[in-house]
């Protein structure tokens, strides 16, 4: 196709506890057309994590000095933290022919919504089923205390509040189901772009 639309960047955001993280594992194994954006840091790595494969992990004053260069398509701080997407990764994901998958918050979801082209971008909100459920989640993990846990219910319901902003809402109650609909989503957005599905592999 010689009008072919630039690889596609799938922005997947939900509150913590929601499940995203999971779900966008499982889509990755579903789909070698996607790769996963790593994103860059400051905040200390959580055991098992590894520089390069969960986050680049950087100093303050590298993150810093990377947004005095315009590095990045999208940062935030977070509970203390930079975390951010370098134009960088996305670049290198698309040379390999790939679509891009973001895990970020509202915050930055927001960044990439209004610097990329529409066409070249797809919006996607995780929900929990409640509130709830969401906070059984949360504590079932056992990293955080009770103050840290309340914290993040709070960002919880200010995010949710902003979930119809998104393209597309899946609601996290059963894995399967949650991932089967991403599969679709990604399938038909690829689709009213006529991507033929083994395309520019």
Do not use: C
């Amino acid at each position: 196709m010689s009008n072919k639309p630039a690889n596609l960047v799938f922005i997947v955001s939900g509150p913590s506890g929601a499940g995203k993280s999971t779900l966008i594992q499982r889509l990755m194994e579903r789909d070698p057309r996607l790769a996963f954006s790593v994103s860059h840091t400051t905040r200390p790595p959580r055991p098992g994590e590894k520089d390069g494969r969960d986050y680049y992990f950087v100093t303050k004053e590298t993150f810093r000095k990377l947004i005095s260069k315009g590095a990045f398509l999208e940062w935030a701080q977070v509970y203390g933290e930079y975390y951010g997407t370098s134009k960088g990764e996305i670049d290198r994901i698309h040379r390999l022919g790939k679509d891009v998958v973001l895990d970020i918050d509202v915050q930055g979801a927001r960044q990439v919504m209004e610097r990329l082209p529409k066409d070249q971008w797809v919006s996607i909100f995780i929900l929990p089923p409640n509130l709830e459920t969401l906070r059984r989640r949360l504590m079932a993990r056992g990293k955080d205390p009770l103050d840290r846990i309340e914290r993040r219910l709070a960002v919880a319901r200010e995010e949710i509040s902003r979930a119809g902003l998104y393209d597309y809402r899946v609601v996290n109650s059963d894995l399967s189901a949650a991932t089967e609909e991403l599969v679709g989503i990604i399938a038909w957005e690829r689709k009213k772009r006529g991507v033929a599905a083994g395309s520019e592999l």
